[in-house]
């Protein structure tokens, strides 16, 4: 098999875990790092190689710890580092990896050195940031945060603007400064001797901003956030991420993920290709805006399956034409939950493994979102006070000061809202689902009752038990690995794509609407039918009738 052994993520499933919402162990409703530790043997049945914690450093929490304080510091409300470290080595006894989040494009504004970078323009740590002086009585230039407003905040006691690309107590760090890089590589460092597996980047496509600082393209129509475009994957950012491989990542053993917005799959091949030595893979986002309206992710839009099908093979084969690797998700905290947003509540069981069947069996390493493996769906809160997220409150006031109602507005939130994928983890039918024997510190999904672990552990046809089959393929297939993906062409709704390989071949089809659809493909009786979500197969020689979100894989040798 063409993996070399250092490449053991070509071959993992990564499980995500958003560690506030995860398993709470001390009551305070709040999940925390003993709560995933406890859940290790669930997490080794359930098959997965590799946990990436969302971050688990000190934090004032204005972003959900996407605003750090103290990088060498964990989160007290998720434990201690005695908790981290005996979580870790738990983990790696049972064969499990983690790898942590890496916030890097910004610290928190209670971060110590940007508390001493407001002092004076000649502190030493003022240029830690980027500072710009305001134009015409205002903002250096007309970039959006991307939780809406303006991206510069003034500071009256240096007369100077600063830049924060998310919220204003989110100050973006200013990388052409060497200073930040050696902090940067000192965290990394610290986190990589204590044996984490690697890192996901947060954001790592925006360190590097393109000089002058020019006003952004004026968007049409798009009223929130999401300026990235004015800013992603600027001059030197190859450059700082190349450093950060050559002096740090390249001494361990570690898989590296790279969120990168508004990135093509050229643009991405660069940061993943095999002579780039900068990361082994990176989160791309063309999928995940198929549903962006004039509001960006705020919109009522509803996705495609002809678009879905058409990025994601782009995403296959110009990463393949690249010596790429690709991750491969629905969702993760920021996004709404896969069954809601691309599959049917109708039909959550067959959709979530239809979903399951399309993105396992593509080329790439597969990341699941936690509550994804048992099919978890939105919450819908009635009311904007039960939603928690910087993100949501904000684009909800734009919302409505853009003439929406507040039904509308309140719609729109039940579809996108981050909140959606951060409700507690559903592990059973018990009070508050066996979360928290505290108060949640945000609200369960109503419908933990029927949704939930315990539930899926002990019904032979849950998502869970199909995730796992799925997981086991993965394991012992090599052609999931390294089988070429070959778009097969069928009606706009079927989703179906070949993986090819010297001595394997695979034939994935997935039916992703509500309306029976039909496969036409010979000799799929030559095949072995490996996995299928509803219980016959109704195949004839010459097409496969599928039903509402009827998924299959066959599988053949080649001679
Ligand atoms: O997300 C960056 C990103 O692309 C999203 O924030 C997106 O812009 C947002 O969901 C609005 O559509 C990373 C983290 O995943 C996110 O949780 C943080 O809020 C953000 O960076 C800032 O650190
Ligand atoms: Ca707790």
Redesign the pocket.
């Known amino acids: 098999m063409m993996m070399n052994s250092d490449e053991w993520w070509k071959k993992s499933v990564v499980y995500q875990i958003y560690p506030k919402s995860f398993n709470d162990t001390n009551g305070d409703g709040i999940g925390d790092l003993n709560g995933i530790t406890e859940k290790l043997d669930y997490l080794q049945k359930l098959g997965v190689d590799v946990l990436w914690l969302?971050p688990i450093y000190e934090s004032p929490g204005i972003?959900?710890?996407?605003?750090i304080s103290n990088y060498y510091g964990i989160n007290p409300e998720f434990g201690s580092m005695d908790d981290f470290e005996r979580l870790l080595s738990s983990a790696h006894r049972k064969g499990i990896k983690i790898i942590l989040?890496l916030?890097v494009?910004?610290t928190s504004s209670q971060h110590p050195w940007f508390k001493e970078a407001v002092k004076s323009r000649d502190n030493k740590y003022h240029d830690y940031y980027i500072w710009k002086p305001g134009r015409n009585g205002g903002a250096p230039n007309n970039w959006g945060s991307?939780?809406g407003g303006s991206a510069w905040k003034y500071v009256e006691s240096v007369g100077e603007y600063y830049l924060h690309?998310?919220?204003e107590e989110?100050p973006d760090l200013n990388w052409e400064n060497p200073a930040v890089v050696e902090e940067v590589e000192k965290i990394m460092d610290f986190w990589l001797s204590k044996g984490v597996d690697g890192f996901r980047m947060?954001?790592i496509n925006l360190i590097s901003k393109y000089p002058g600082y020019k006003d952004g393209p004026k968007k049409k129509g798009v009223q929130y956030?999401?300026y990235?475009d004015g800013v992603a994957n600027g001059p030197h950012v190859h450059e700082y991420i190349k450093k950060l491989n050559s002096d740090v990542l390249s001494k361990y053993d570690t898989m590296t993920v790279g969120?990168t917005?508004h990135t093509t799959p050229n643009e991405a091949a660069q940061y993943v290709k095999s002579d780039a030595h900068e990361l082994n893979m990176v989160f791309q986002?063309d999928h995940?805006h198929l549903d962006y309206g004039k509001y960006?992710?705020?919109s009522g839009n509803r996705y495609n399956v002809k678009d879905l099908k058409r990025v994601m093979t782009k995403w296959q084969y110009v990463l393949d034409q690249n010596s790429g690797w690709n991750s491969l998700y629905w969702s993760?905290?920021?996004?709404p939950r896969a069954v809601s947003r691309f599959g049917n509540e109708k039909y959550r069981v067959a959709s979530a493994k239809c979903l399951g069947v399309l993105l396992h069996m593509q080329k790439g390493t597969p990341f699941i979102y936690q509550g994804e493996e048992i099919g978890m769906v939105n919450a819908k809160f009635n009311d904007i006070s039960d939603y928690n997220d910087?993100?949501a409150k904000n684009a909800y006031h734009v919302l409505l000061s853009n003439g929406e109602s507040k039904q509308e507005a309140l719609k729109i939130l039940q579809m996108k809202s981050?909140d959606n994928a951060r409700t507690p983890m559903q592990w059973n039918a018990s009070e508050n689902s066996g979360f928290t024997p505290g108060k949640p510190w945000l609200q369960l999904n109503k419908n933990y009752t029927s949704i939930n672990v315990d539930k899926d552990l002990h019904s032979k046809d849950s998502v869970f038990q199909f995730y796992q089959q799925l997981i086991r393929l993965r394991h012992e297939l090599d052609v999931i690995t390294v089988g070429k993906y070959q778009l097969i062409d069928t009606d706009d709704d079927i989703f179906a794509f070949e993986r090819i390989s010297s001595t394997e071949r695979l034939v994935v089809v997935g039916n992703l609407s509500t309306r029976k659809g039909v496969f036409e493909k010979h000799n799929l009786e030559k095949y072995t039918p490996l996995l299928h979500n509803y219980d016959n197969v109704l195949l004839n020689s010459e097409r496969l009738v599928l039903r509402p979100f009827e998924a299959l894989i066959f599988y053949k040798k080649v001679k």
């Open positions: 969302n972003d959900n710890g996407y605003d989040d916030v494009n910004h991307s939780f690309l998310f919220a989110q947060d954001v956030g999401d990235y969120e917005p986002f995940m960006g992710r705020y993760n905290h920021d996004q910087v993100d981050r």
